[in-house]
């Protein structure tokens, strides 16, 4: 059975800076991993098909989420349309899979659950409120380092320590800055397809946690060089539990005229204080419905 959200119920949530809504609902199996013995070096096999609900929640910039919510297990109200209860469904908000689209952060959240809807059953309604951690994206100052390799500067990243309003009244959490190194490793000038190329590798140590989103190239206009990251090795990122931060990224790009210098700049993540989403949302087989208040009624969208 494939399900669809049909309706995302309450004007408390229109007002909050997280919106959220059902991304997908269906049976779909678990991959678990299988050991017969000491000699059975294991497999996945696939369990059973579950109903799992798929949330959808979004934030717009300068808001986001971070990569790690540390959430914790978090737990929903569910009815049919007789009004039964069923089990509560419990979602899992530890480390959120996210993706930034025309300046909305959208991140997925998953939950299962313990009890099946009977056959009879037209639409479920899942009710509660989720404890969402939310960031703020963050640009440093641009750090000009000489095009070769070993060049390095020390750097202190500002958190913005100003508290400001972050959608709902929610306040800024302000933290203190953080210092660290920036340095060049492997950095070369090469010809692809005609064009004159450029290879760098970027090297971030911060002694802190540190949620860095990309490294940016800058001409001396300060407009963004587009490049292409071949490989990124990083450890501590996201608000991990690791007290330091360490990223290293090959980037790839066409060579500016003057590469005498290197002008990088940083996008990274603040971590805000976290909002309560209330969750009301009725969910069956016919698509969405959006509440029409002045003609008391609810208007289908297919």
């Known amino acids: 059975m494939a399900w669809a959200a049909v309706m995302n119920g309450g004007h408390a949530a229109e007002e909050n800076p997280v919106k959220v809504g059902v991304g997908h609902v269906g049976w779909e199996p ?3 991993w299988h ?12 369990t059973e098909p579950e109903l799992r609900i798929s949330l959808m929640l979004s934030a717009r910039e300068p808001l986001c989420f971070p990569k790690y919510a540390y959430g914790g297990k978090q737990v929903l109200e569910l009815i049919d349309s007789s009004g039964r209860k069923l089990a509560p469904v419990t979602f899992d908000l530890e480390q959120l899979f996210q993706r930034q689209e025309q300046g909305v952060t959208y991140a997925n959240v998953a939950g299962t659950l313990k009890e099946a ?13 989720l404890t969402m951690p939310l960031a703020r994206f963050q640009q440093s100052p641009v750090y000009e380092l000489a095009f070769q390799s070993g060049a390095q500067m020390d750097i202190l990243l500002h958190n913005d320590s100003a508290e ?54 800058l001409n001396d206009r300060n407009g963004v060089l587009e490049s292409t990251c071949l490989s990124r090795i990083a450890s501590g ?47 069956g087989m016919r698509g969405e419905i959006r509440e029409e208040p002045e003609k008391g009624k609810g208007a289908l969208l297919r």
């Not at 050991?35 to 696939?46: H, N, Y």
């Not at 809807?117 to 409120?129: C, H, K, M, Q, V």
């Not at 397809?193 to 911060?206: F, Q």
Request: aromatic share 8%; charged share 35%.
């Open 35 to 46: 050991c017969s013995g000491e000699e059975d070096l294991g497999d996945f096999k696939e």
């Open 30 to 32: 678990h991959l678990m």
């Open 237 to 283: 990122e996201g608000f991990s539990f690791s007290p330091f931060c360490y990223v290293k990224s090959l980037l790839e790009l066409e060579a500016p005229e003057d590469l005498r210098k290197l002008r990088i700049r940083l996008l990274y993540k603040v971590r805000q204080k976290a909002v309560t989403v209330p969750v009301d949302i009725k969910f």
């Open 164 to 217: 400001e309003e972050a959608g709902n009244g929610d306040i800024v959490v302000g933290e203190d800055g953080s210092v660290g190194k920036l340095s060049l490793g492997e950095c070369g000038i090469f010809e692809k397809e005609g064009k004159k190329m450029a290879r760098v590798e970027i090297v971030l140590e911060i002694e802190s946690h540190f949620d860095l989103t990309d490294f940016q190239i």
């Open 117 to 129: 809807p009977g056959p009879d059953i037209s639409w479920l309604r899942l009710r509660g409120e």
